[in-house]
């Protein structure tokens, strides 16, 4: 089956107007279900429901046939209702393009069309600073996995695990099931943002893995070319892409409440808020500054995609200049975010931070996760690549 460009870009905008109602539903209860702090069992099937989880796949599998910047653009949507919900969102599009770049043809065809089909939620086991905590040993014909790790977004509330693992002195990576036996979710998960993330320890005691489920071939682990190395910036654009799409919807969310509730300041000799010059000038350093940060982002979207399709023959600089591009878009969104969240009050005024209104959510949500990975490690190898040619050194974090 042939897709045209025209067929492409129908499937993105039916699955863009999908992301804006989900992002609508998931708004206007964000503030309960935050405090609430439940697994995200609901919100996952409501991803299912509108078929969004599935976006990335080949429409003749039953896809969308989405590009990953544009299932990112679904990310941050998302983002403009729930971030946690995003996060999730965001980080499951990245473990479906995994098995694409570290497993044989056939492991990523099969897992492509499952995802199609069955429309199975992926978490991940994949904290890079847990990344010797999981150990894959071999036991006859089979193997075994052994640890824990500390952190591990949607792994309770998942049908498939993303996992990476230490096989002797070398990285593999996994796809296992979460009814596997000898897995165990801790649900810890207490902290002061994404706090529906689903994002607590986890526990492997002896649990089977299968040879197919090691990516690749278990003999032969990952020499990390260039273009497997690709791995982080898909993280990364994910996180790109729910930072801005956050600083979007707590914009309007609090554009709103203002033209609704705000009242103007006693002295400013106006009737209207929305009058006021203080708070127009606000609005629209913010507006400025998020939509700039939001075509960074696009750009880095572009950049990832121009890289895959380049393949195998990738070289080290064209990786280089791709993950440098979208550390460049890590940065501004980050500060860009996370200013815009914390000003939202200055245009809204102090009865908006009731409680029962829940704005001071966005905050808290990127606060935790922008210090995922320290910022300015991010502007430090844009620096370095920039003065004096040296490409970031490959972890799972850059």
């Known amino acids: 089956m042939t897709v045209t460009n025209d067929q492409t870009t129908d499937h993105y905008a039916a699955a863009r107007s999908r992301a804006d109602l989900v992002a609508a539903e998931l708004r206007a209860s964000a503030a309960e279900r935050d405090r609430t702090n439940a697994d995200p069992t609901a919100e996952i099937e409501l991803l299912r429901e509108h078929d969004l989880l599935q976006v990335g796949e080949p429409v003749e599998f ?23 919900i995003a996060h999730l969102l965001g980080y499951h599009y990245a473990q479906q393009r995994i098995p694409h770049l570290f497993g044989t043809p056939e492991q990523a065809e099969a897992l492509s069309r499952r995802n199609a089909q069955e429309k199975p939620f992926w978490g991940g086991v994949q904290n890079p600073r847990g990344a010797d905590g999981l150990v894959l040993t071999r036991v006859g014909d089979e193997y075994r996995l052994d640890g824990r790790r500390t952190f591990a977004s949607g792994a309770s509330v998942a049908d498939q695990l993303s996992v990476t693992a230490s096989y002797g002195d070398a990285l593999v990576f996994l796809t296992l099931p979460t009814d596997r036996t000898g897995f165990e979710p801790q649900g810890d998960w207490d902290n002061i943002g994404q706090r529906l993330t689903d994002s607590g320890g986890v526990v492997f005691r002896d649990a089977p ?39 979007e919807g707590a914009l309007e969310e609090a554009l709103d409440w203002t033209r609704l509730n705000a009242t103007a300041w006693e002295t400013a000799g106006l009737e209207s808020a929305t009058d006021d010059p203080y708070i127009l000038e606000l609005v629209g350093a913010l507006k400025a500054e998020i939509s700039g940060a939001a075509l960074l982002a696009d750009r880095a979207g572009q950049a990832l995609v121009e890289a895959l399709a380049t393949g195998e023959s990738l070289t080290a600089e064209q990786r280089a200049d791709t993950a440098v591009t979208i550390a460049e878009a890590k940065f501004v969104t980050t500060k860009v975010s996370l200013e815009a969240a914390s000003r939202l009050f200055e245009i809204q005024g102090a009865r908006a931070t009731t409680t029962a209104y829940g704005f001071d959510r966005h905050w808290r949500n990127l606060r935790t996760h922008t210090v995922h990975d320290p910022v300015a490690y991010k502007a430090r190898e844009i620096g370095d690549w920039t003065l004096n040619r040296r490409a970031p050194q490959f972890t799972l974090y850059s």
């Open 62 to 84: 039953g896809g969308s046939g989405l590009d990953y910047a544009q299932s990112q653009q679904i990310t941050r949507r998302v983002a403009r209702g729930d971030t946690s």
């Open 209 to 247: 893995v299968r040879p197919d489920e090691i990516l690749g071939s278990p003999d032969s682990p990952p020499t990390f070319t260039p273009y497997q190395t690709l791995v982080t910036p898909h993280w990364q654009l994910a996180f790109v892409n729910f930072y801005i799409g956050t600083a």
